[in-house]
Structures are given as C-alpha cells and as structure tokens.
T-cell receptor
Framework: GDSVTQMEGPVTLSEEAFLTINCTYT??????LFWYVQYPGEGLQLLLK?????DKGSNKGFEATYRKETTSFHLEKGSVQVSDSAVYFCARFGRGNTPLVFGKGTRLSVIA | NAGVTQTPKFQVLKTGQSMTLQCAQDMNHNSMYWYRQDPGMGLRLIYYSASEGTTDKGEVPNGYNVSRLNKREFSLRLESAAPSQTSVYFC????????????FGPGTRLTVT
C-alpha cells in the first residue's frame, strides 16, 4: 500500500548546523508530498509541499525537492535555530482522493 | 477564523465509559479526518469524511464511530473505552483532492484507566 518512510530520530544538532531529514515514499502514481511540523503541545501545521516531480517546496528556510527518480522528498535547512526544535512529519496523498499517509515523525532538538 | 477547533482538550475515562470528541471547522472544507497519535507510531487515520454525508474507515477504525453532523462538524465516539485507546486525537479538514493541505486542530489528550 501507500507508505512513507522517514529517518528515525531523535536528531540533536547545534545551532547553525545543517539539517537533513530523509523521506522516501512508495511509488504509486505521482502523489503530492508534504512536510508538516509539530511544536510541543500543538497540532500539526504545514511546513511546505510539492505537487509534481522536480518541484521544490520552501518555507522558513526549509526546502525539499520532489525527486521522482529516487522517490524521495528530503527536508533540508542550512542553519537551524533553537526555535526549530519540533517533530517533523513527511506525508503523501494516497491514491485518488484518499487522505494523507504520514511517516512516523522525526524529533529534532537544536541546542544553543 | 478559528480554523479547526476540538473539544475537550483533555479527558480521563475509566475502562468501559463512553465519550464523544467534537470537531468543527470554519473554512468551508468538504473533507474532515480523525487521526490518533501514539509515540513511535506517527499519525494513524481512524475515519474520514470526504464530503458531507459520507464516512469511510481509515487504518485503525475498530472501537470508534463517527458522525458527520453537517459540513462544519465531525465527531468521534468511543462507545466503550479501553486502555489501548489512550492517545492524542487530532481532527483535520481540507478541500478535496490531491495537493490540498490538511489543517489540524490542537488535539485532545485522552487517558483511559
């Protein structure tokens, strides 16, 4: 079935370090792809998305490129801040109009 | 705009008790969803409603029922709560179709003892 696999955490980085969180998806069709972020005690909020191959989503310094050839949508940020500490979820739509399928989440902690 | 609202924020139940989690959205979205979040499991879909008048099972529907009361409201009912239903429950809404983001509520933290 449709699934998303993302790197397991937790990930701990120092402030200003480079961040990569890997995400791959099952290659059924060409689904829209998303990264969501969850800050402590809150619901999920959209960070960025890409709707077709080679699209790059970006927001708040984060970027991810839809790679059809490697079925990947890795999240990157050049210089993380303490305020980026959160749980990050990669997600894809299922086939047709079925809802989002989420990865298990990656907890990021950024220390000053 | 309040977005997606959920009530209650916290609830403690005893095994066998029933309760209904309420969700409402003011964005005129067609589709609504209920997820549960457990440590190490990510978000798992319980039920969804693609449009008013329809509901479908998700990945983990056992022990739950839903009602799409109108376009705005989508409730989740636990008829006989079990400790395995201890979780954080999130409601979400979206427009129909690929590419539309889902908007999430703040969650309900449920503990069943």
């Amino acid at each position: 079935g449709d699934s998303v696999t993302q790197m397991e955490g937790p990930v701990t980085l120092s402030e200003e370090a480079f961040l990569t969180i890997n995400c791959t998806y099952t290659a059924t069709g060409y689904p829209s792809l998303f990264w969501y972020v969850q800050y402590p005690g809150e619901g999920l909020q959209l960070l960025l998305k890409a709707t077709k191959a080679d699209d790059k989503g970006s927001n708040k310094g984060f970027e991810a490129t839809y790679r059809k050839e490697t079925t990947s949508f890795h999240l990157e940020k050049g210089s993380v801040q303490v305020s980026d500490s959160a749980v990050y979820f990669c997600a894809r739509f299922g086939r047709g109009n079925t809802p989002l399928v989420f990865g298990k989440g990656t907890r990021l902690s950024v220390i000053a | 705009n309040a977005g997606v609202t959920q009530t209650p924020k916290f609830q403690v139940l005893k095994t066998g008790q029933s309760m209904t989690l309420q969700c409402a959205q003011d964005m005129n979205h067609n589709s609504m969803y209920w997820y549960r979040q457990d440590p190490g499991m990510g978000l798992r879909l319980i039920y969804y409603s693609a449009s008013e008048g329809t509901t479908d099972k998700g990945e983990v529907p056992n022990g739950y029922n839903v009602s799409r009361l109108n376009k705005r409201e989508f409730s989740l009912r636990l008829e006989s709560a079990a400790p395995s239903q201890t979780s954080v429950y999130f409601c979400a809404s979206s427009e129909m179709g690929q590419g539309y983001e889902q908007y999430f509520g703040p969650g309900t933290r449920l503990t069943v003892t």
